[in-house]
């Protein structure tokens, strides 16, 4: 469910017309409706009540600041992947005792800055990185608590795993965690090490899983690994469940949160420990759309195609995984649908969010969006093209604010230089 519905035949995020907006910032832009991020977190933190758990949104499926600040205030904390998310976690209020940092590739300089922000857990993933941490910590004269991302070798989406390649972790193949039982003897080695000390196990299988049979599996998986490292003699406190709870795009059906949370109780709950989860596309992806208008439309020997001026530079989930997103127009229009192909202006034949969708009569300037767009779209934008950065705006009844105004040209330009052989002569030609 979300908040972004017709009223008069008019798209409204909440109580705002996505036209006057429109009219506001200019096209393209990103929308995120606060109704719809607090409805999600409430269902999901209402699904798991049974539960000691604690919630941390995985910043990477949207980290602008004010979607951060809006779910800390819902109590959720931050699952961090970079140095850079952990400082926007701090700057939207985040206490660092709701802060864990996990990936496969953490710096010795991330992994300092970390420590010295005294964040609530390290999630490891490598040997090495176990003995990074370990040398970083004892050099700061602190102890950092740490689980071992465990890897249990399940495949997330068993119904089509190569079309989902890029969003499944959890298998031998994937880069990240530790495969067990090879884990084992990384607990072991932690034992013996006076920079961190064990307090628990983590898991993440992937993204967008549509079945609990999956998670079942791993969660099964995970409760064997914490009865065994318990008999290894480790005081494993914490289980992080991970994410990876699909949305609707357009026809998938994924579980429910309550049907989530029964499958977590169903193989953690005799576990006696603290539950973490990291759910990010689940909170957000829904709360957001991407507001474009229509540049031009042509013919090609009877294939419709609809040009806007938002592109895969905006939104690069078509072009990088095959999605797609239901494309609405933003005035409804009671005209009859034909299919097109919706294309953006990069030089690109990969720059197209839709093949043969089924759309109304339009316009040059009219208003479509692009939903369930808040996950994964402003957070992996780019300025291919020498493109600029869109607004997000962010909704609350009937107010809004832009929450990242429309990066400029020469903000763009300025953050570039010529070096000193160049930046002699005034110009060529």
Known sequence: MDHFNYRGGELLAEDVPLARIAQ??????????TATLRRHYRVLSEALGKTNHRIYYAVKANSNIAVIRTLGEMGAGADVVSEGELRRAQAAGIPS?????????????ELAYALSADIHQFNIESDAELLALDDVARGWGVVAPIAVRVNPNVEAHPDDPHELDGIATGRKRDKFGILWPAARATYRAAAGMSGVKVVGVAMHIG??????????????????????????GHDIQRV?????????????????PADYARAVLRETGKLDCELAFQPGRMLVANAGVL???????????????????????DLVRPAMYKAVHTIVP????????????????????????????????LSPGDLLAMRTAGAYGASMASN????????????NGSEFAVIRPRQTYESLLAGEALPPWLAKTPGVG
Not at 209 to 232: C, G, H, Y
Not at 332 to 354: L, Q, Y
């Open 330 to 361: 933003v005035r409804a229009d009671s005209g009859k649908p034909r299919p097109a192909d919706v294309v953006g202006p990069i030089c690109e034949s990969s720059d197209r969010f839709a093949k043969d969708w089924p759309l109304p009569p």
């Open 384 to 395: 291919y093209n020498t493109r600029l950065l869109v607004p997000e705006v962010l909704v």
């Open 97 to 109: 005792d709701r802060i864990v940092f996990e990936g496969p590739g953490k710096t010795r300089a």
């Open 291 to 313: 507001v474009t208008r229509v540049t031009y439309e042509k013919d090609a020997e009877g294939i419709r195609i609809v040009m806007v001026d938002a592109a895969m530079n």
């Open 240 to 256: 992080d469940l991970g994410g990876g709870l699909g949305v609707p795009y357009t026809n998938e059906t994924p579980p429910s």
């Open 24 to 33: 506001q910032v200019g096209t393209p832009f990103y929308c995120y409706s």
């Open 207 to 232: 993204s967008q899983i549509t079945d609990t049979k999956p998670f079942s599996q791993a969660f099964a998986k995970l409760r064997e690994i914490v009865e065994t490292l318990r008999a290894d």
